[in-house]
């Protein structure tokens, strides 16, 4: 079946740290791969993706290349903020199944 | 406008109860989900809608029914509440890009 696998929480950084969050997945076919982000007391609102192999999703500062032959999803940002601090949520899709599978998320701490 | 809403957005409820969370999306996508967010933040997918018809059903109690009168509509009812139901509900629409989600409905039950 289909999973995402990411590293737990919580990453604590200090502001202006680079960061990596790391993502695996288990998928049939060609899935397509995204990040969420979280931030407290709110909704769930999309960061980055990518459809296919050896894409590069890029949003805020944030990054994500699609690894096929490692099947990984891993997200960085070279400096973070503390605005930056919440809980990323990586996923994928596979389209035939029009179901979104998500990792269990990992919370990001940033200190000034 | 909001692309996906969801009310109510707080809902407190005593156990044995039943509510209903609405949801509405104005992006004319043909499906909707509803989602469930535990107190880990785990998400896990619960129904699926394709134009009013139910394509996922993911093994969720018969407390829980999902009723889509419309594409644009779908709304989650909870009979005989209980306390593990507490939660946060998403509801989203997706097309082929991609998924938009609600802001999300926490359900308290006492």
């Known amino acids: 079946g289909n999973s995402v696998t990411q590293m737990e929480g919580p990453v604590t950084l200090s502001e202006e740290a680079f960061l990596t969050i790391n993502c695996t997945y288990t998928?049939?076919?060609?899935?397509?791969l995204f990040w969420y982000v979280q931030y407290p007391g709110e909704g769930l609102q999309l960061l980055l993706k990518?459809?296919?192999?050896?894409d590069k999703g890029s949003n805020k500062g944030f990054e994500a290349t699609y690894r096929k032959e490692t099947t990984s999803f891993h997200l960085e940002k070279g400096s973070v903020q503390v605005s930056d601090s919440a809980v990323y949520f990586c996923a994928l899709l596979n389209t035939g199944f029009q179901k979104l599978v998500f990792g269990t998320g990992t919370r990001l701490l940033v200190s000034p | 406008d909001t692309a996906v809403s969801q009310t109510p957005k707080y809902l407190v409820t005593q156990m044995g109860n039943d509510k209903s969370i609405k949801c509405e999306q104005n992006?004319?996508?043909?499906?909707m989900y509803w989602y469930k967010q535990d107190s880990k933040k785990f998400l896990k997918i619960m129904f699926s809608y394709n134009n009013k018809e139910l394509i996922i059903n993911e093994t969720v109690p018969n407390r829980f029914s999902p009723k889509s009168p419309d594409k644009a509509h779908l709304n989650l009812h909870i009979n005989s509440l209980e306390l593990g139901d507490s939660a946060v509900y998403f509801c989203?629409?997706?097309?082929?890009?991609?998924?938009?989600f609600g802001s999300g409905t926490r359900l308290t039950v006492v």
């Open positions: 992006l004319g996508h043909d499906t």
């Open positions: 989203a629409s997706s097309d082929r890009v991609g998924y938009t």
């Open positions: 990518a459809t296919k192999a050896d």
């Open positions: 998928a049939t076919g060609y899935p397509s």
